[in-house]
């Protein structure tokens, strides 16, 4: 769980670490990260949410007349980055929550949207939704100009032992920055693609859990670039290769009590692990437009690369949109396959944690597990079992997302409409553009 800080905290490790500047950091719509940075002669102001900025200028916020924002910082956020500025000077980081002048939560805030629905959990008797997020991503190499390339940095594929090339000295301080900065890092290894790499911290609360994997996003671009690298989340930089996925592990507690957990139940799950399951799967096409948000993140989910194309689930197969991998009582929990590092994480964990407990409060039984590769199955095999595709296009998983109005008031009305603008506005710029795929097709036409 994040730890208690005081301002008192604060104060004192900015006066001991010598730290000149605070990097007040929130998230859009798009899951970017943003921030303001402040010398630390504000810090009175910082610690007693006097920071505004300009709304207006972020996007799916607000419109020019209505533009002032405040940024109320959450303590148990505070760290040191283990990186300066050009001067030597330490920087303190604080995660904020963003307000109206008012002091009222802004709603087009995703973080406080997440609380929101976290509140409504703890209204139904549940105190935890812990999560472990897999995020994988690809170091390139930066080309002479600075800018991004495709050059692998390496050759090595799944958990390849390789100790000389870059991108394993370059996953190695990852590893050792993040730790530094108190996170607990349980795995980190090579993925299947070139150049692919994940790295697995531990699990824990919900809002904790999406503030750390934007942390670790900030982190992971930081230290590839001090090796000449480009740290990318895209969802499929490569055809081809294997993709980038956000594997989501979900568990529900009641006072310490995983309650997914039953050793008398069928798979050892519980009753309301089965009615979460069920509420996932009867909102996935909908979920997937927010776990899937981009045009790229379509072309990693297609047969062939252990992404989910279909809504089902099993105990081992991994072929499904949900896996429950083998654990102990308090690791027991429902692994959606289908999120890719490029979601939101604030909006995409109150859209499962609101299809969960809607699943829950109807009590519904979910569809048998597949014990086969759904992707040998016939159409008419799938169809007889109920099993539907996800969402093939961006433009197909928003048109479900418009359909389903409880994961529409998983994000409230300001983010939804925010949401679909913008994701709309993608679709018809990507539909307008002409492609050298098209060009080499069709230019001899």
Same mark, same amino acid.
């Given at each position: 769980?994040?730890?208690?800080?005081?301002? &008192?905290?604060?104060?004192?490790?900015?006066?001991?670490?010598?730290?000149?500047?605070?990097?007040?950091?929130?998230?859009?719509?798009?899951?970017?990260?943003?921030?303001?940075?402040?010398?630390?002669?504000?810090?009175?102001?910082?610690?007693?949410?006097?920071?505004?900025?300009?709304?207006?200028?972020?996007?799916?916020?607000?419109?020019?007349?209505?533009?002032?924002?405040?940024?109320?910082?959450?303590?148990?956020?505070?760290?040191?980055?283990?990186?300066?500025?050009? &001067?030597?000077?330490?920087?303190?980081?604080?995660?904020?929550?963003?307000?109206?002048?008012?002091?009222?939560?802004?709603?087009?805030?995703?973080?406080?949207?997440?609380?929101?629905?976290?509140?409504?959990?703890?209204?139904?008797?549940?105190?935890?939704?812990?999560?472990?997020?897999?995020?994988?991503?690809?170091?390139?190499?930066?080309?002479?100009?600075?800018?991004?390339?495709?050059?692998?940095?390496?050759?090595?594929?799944?958990?390849?032992?390789?100790?000389?090339?870059?991108?394993?000295?370059?996953?190695? =301080?990852?590893?050792?920055?993040?730790?530094?900065?108190?996170?607990?890092?349980?795995?980190?290894?090579?993925?299947?693609?070139?150049?692919?790499?994940?790295?697995?911290?531990?699990?824990?609360?919900?809002?904790?859990?999406?503030?750390?994997?934007?942390?670790?996003?900030?982190?992971?671009?930081?230290?590839?670039?001090?090796?000449? #690298?480009?740290?990318?989340?895209?969802?499929?930089?490569?055809?081809?290769?294997?993709?980038?996925?956000?594997?989501?592990?979900?568990?529900?507690?009641?006072?310490?009590?995983?309650?997914?957990?039953?050793?008398?139940?069928?798979?050892?799950?519980?009753?309301?692990?089965?009615?979460?399951?069920?509420?996932?799967?009867?909102?996935?096409?909908?979920?997937?437009?927010?776990?899937?948000?981009?045009?790229?993140?379509?072309?990693?989910?297609?047969?062939?690369?252990?992404?989910?194309?279909?809504?089902?689930?099993?105990?081992?197969?991994?072929?499904? #949109?949900?896996?429950?991998?083998?654990?102990?009582?308090?690791?027991?929990?429902?692994?959606?396959?289908?999120?890719?590092?490029?979601?939101?994480?604030?909006?995409?964990?109150?859209?499962?944690?609101?299809?969960?407990?809607?699943?829950?409060?109807? =009590?519904?039984?979910?569809?048998?597990?597949?014990?086969?590769?759904?992707?040998?199955?016939?159409?008419?095999?799938?169809?007889?079992?109920?099993?539907?595709?996800?969402?093939?296009?961006?433009?197909?998983?928003?048109?479900?997302?418009?359909?389903?109005?409880?994961?529409?008031?998983?994000?409230?009305?300001?983010?939804?409409?925010?949401?679909?603008?913008?994701?709309?506005?993608?679709?018809?710029?990507?539909?307008?553009?002409?492609?050298?795929?098209?060009?080499?097709?069709?230019?001899?036409?």
């Amino acid at each position: 769980m994040s730890k208690t800080l005081t301002a &008192e905290d604060i104060k004192n490790s900015v006066e001991n670490e010598d730290v000149r500047f605070l990097r007040l950091t929130f998230t859009d719509i798009n899951g970017t990260l943003k921030s303001v940075e402040v010398p630390t002669s504000q810090l009175d102001k910082v610690l007693n949410n006097e920071i505004r900025f300009d709304g207006s200028s972020i996007d799916g916020f607000v419109r020019i007349e209505e533009s002032d924002m405040v940024l109320y910082p959450d303590f148990s956020t505070w760290a040191v980055l283990p990186w300066g500025d050009e &001067e030597g000077g330490k920087i303190g980081r604080l995660i904020c929550s963003v307000h109206k002048t008012s002091g009222e939560p802004f709603e087009g805030d995703p973080r406080n949207n997440l609380k929101r629905v976290l509140k409504e959990m703890k209204d139904m008797g549940f105190t935890d939704f812990d999560i472990g997020f897999e995020a994988e991503f690809h170091l390139f190499k930066l080309g002479e100009d600075g800018n991004w390339t495709t050059e692998n940095a390496d050759h090595a594929s799944y958990f390849d032992m390789t100790s000389d090339d870059e991108g394993a000295r370059c996953r190695r =301080e990852i590893v050792e920055t993040l730790e530094g900065m108190g996170f607990e890092v349980e795995a980190a290894h090579h993925e299947v693609g070139s150049s692919q790499h994940e790295i697995d911290f531990k699990f824990d609360d919900a809002l904790t859990t999406a503030d750390r994997v934007q942390t670790f996003k900030m982190v992971v671009r930081a230290i590839a670039r001090k090796h000449g #690298l480009f740290a990318t989340f895209m969802a499929k930089p490569v055809q081809g290769e294997a993709g980038n996925g956000m594997h989501t592990n979900m568990s529900l507690f009641k006072d310490g009590t995983n309650v997914f957990y039953d050793k008398n139940g069928k798979y050892n799950l519980s009753k309301t692990a089965l009615y979460f399951l069920n509420g996932i799967l009867e909102h996935a096409r909908a979920i997937t437009a927010i776990g899937n948000p981009t045009v790229n993140s379509y072309k990693r989910l297609i047969p062939g690369y252990e992404a989910p194309v279909y809504i089902s689930w099993a105990t081992k197969n991994r072929s499904p #949109l949900v896996r429950i991998p083998s654990a102990e009582e308090v690791t027991t929990r429902l692994e959606m396959r289908s999120a890719d590092p490029t979601a939101n994480p604030y909006l995409l964990l109150a859209a499962a944690l609101k299809a969960g407990l809607q699943g829950i409060k109807e =009590e519904k039984m979910p569809m048998e597990p597949v014990t086969s590769n759904v992707f040998e199955m016939s159409e008419d095999e799938r169809n007889e079992r109920g099993i539907k595709p996800l969402p093939s296009t961006l433009h197909n998983a928003i048109k479900a997302f418009k359909e389903d109005e409880l994961i529409q008031d998983a994000l409230g009305k300001h983010l939804t409409q925010s949401f679909i603008d913008s994701k709309e506005l993608e679709w018809s710029q990507y539909t307008q553009s002409v492609s050298d795929w098209e060009r080499n097709k069709y230019m001899n036409y």
